[in-house]
């Protein structure tokens, strides 16, 4: 039998080799295997004809997959009908579908090798921005699949909730993954641009010198061993809360007077002074084994403190007032206002990338100027003005 359909059998890969058991339903055997417990257990087997194939399969396992002679016979008719697919055209099947899906870049699979090629800065608020805004709708797509209209019912709909710029963050990131993977050769760009909320970035907060006494009071009056010096040191030198946060003690240099800022926004590592207030706060921090200079759990890096608004509330400053980058704008606003200090030394000092984002300062630099060259005005009047008592003025006689 097994050399007459020899041309034509197409057997399982599992096929037996032990004895086959007949049933009453034709083409279905059995055999006799170990089950899962050790205990003896049928395993069915089924032999039909399809085309001018004489296919030989296994039906399922007694125990296992709850098989009984006449399920294994109605699954033989199933399969002769054509309802049914052959076991090895199932697998034949499903490995071209795994074969087409590690070849699909999908925006979660593209997300998942950007984040393996970025650095970790930032990755966390992208992880939660993706995680909630972009998996949900875009996720199983591919960049191919993108459609504008989707992206604009994204927009609108996240305005609705959301802050125009948390939803620019969202669609940035979006964008930027798709552009990852163009670049990388892995996607086609998307044909069209994405449309972004407008976003105003003008606001500069600033301080009166009676809010900035209150805050510097709730400081020095709070318990928190970090809170208040973490503050401080964006007063006195400006630095972002991401760069004050991946701050380590090794990136501080107090023989030359420098502080090394890794990873800032700008892209490139920037080195601004130490000055004296800055350097006074430092050393009084105390240091534990942790390289970072404001450890956060176990010693590693800090990614929130919550407790700079409880000093910001204590101070009664407005709620809107953001603790750490609200002061970097008042270290930058009483700079520029100072007159002392030129726009592009105040960008360096910002580690700004362009000269652009110092612009926003500038308005304070005039006042100076005018302020400045009022002097000279007030001068030359006190000059004209003694000139003037000292005219002898004589009376008729």
Not at 164 to 188: D, E, S, W, Y
Not at 371 to 389: L, P
Request: hydrophobic letters at 35%; a positive charge; proline letters at 6%.
């Amino acid at each position: 039998m097994g050399k007459k359909f020899s041309a034509f059998t197409e057997r399982d890969r599992d096929m037996p080799s032990k004895k086959r058991n007949k049933t009453k339903y034709p083409g279905v055997y059995w055999i006799e295997a170990a089950g899962p417990n050790g205990k003896p257990e049928r395993v069915y087997y089924i032999r039909y004809r399809r085309g001018n194939k004489m296919i030989e399969e296994k039906a399922g396992r007694q125990y296992q997959d709850g098989i009984t002679p006449a399920r294994a016979a109605r699954l033989r008719a199933e399969r002769m009908e054509g309802k049914d697919l052959p076991n090895k055209v199932k697998r034949e099947l499903e490995r071209k579908r795994k074969e087409e899906e590690q070849g699909k870049w999908t925006i979660n699979r593209l997300w998942q090798e950007y984040k393996r090629q970025r650095t970790p800065r930032g990755i966390v608020t992208d992880e939660n921005r993706f995680k909630n805004y972009i998996a949900p709708m875009f996720g199983e797509k591919e960049p191919k699949e993108l459609i504008q209209l989707d992206i604009d019912r994204l927009r609108l709909r996240l305005l609705k909730k959301r802050s125009p710029q948390t939803v620019k963050h969202v669609l940035a990131l979006l964008k930027r993954i798709v552009n990852f993977g163009a670049k990388k050769g892995l996607c086609k760009p998307l044909p069209f641009q994405i449309e972004m909320p407008h976003v105003s970035n003008k606001k500069t907060e600033d301080l009166t010198p009676e809010q900035l006494r209150r805050l510097l009071q709730a400081i020095e009056e709070d318990p928190h061993p970090q809170a208040g010096k973490i503050m401080l040191m964006a007063l006195y030198t400006g630095m972002r809360r991401g760069e004050l946060f991946r701050l380590k003690w090794q990136d501080i240099d107090f023989d030359r007077g420098f502080i090394h800022i890794r990873s800032p926004k700008a892209g490139v590592d920037q080195t601004i002074p130490l000055n004296d207030a800055a350097r006074h706060v430092l050393e009084s921090i105390y240091r534990t084994d942790s390289p970072y200079v404001f450890p956060g759990r176990n010693g590693g890096q800090l990614k929130k403190l919550v407790a700079v608004n409880k000093i910001r509330d204590k101070a009664g400053l407005p709620k809107d007032f953001r603790p750490l980058h609200g002061l970097r704008h008042v270290y930058a606003s009483m700079l520029a206002s100072s007159g002392k200090v030129d726009m592009y030394t105040l960008q360096k000092l910002l580690t700004h990338k362009s000269p652009q984002m110092t612009q926003r300062y500038a308005h304070l630099r005039d006042e100076a100027l005018k302020r400045a060259s009022n002097v000279a005005a007030e001068i030359i009047g006190g000059i004209v003005s003694q000139q003037s008592d000292k005219v002898v003025k004589f009376e008729p006689q």
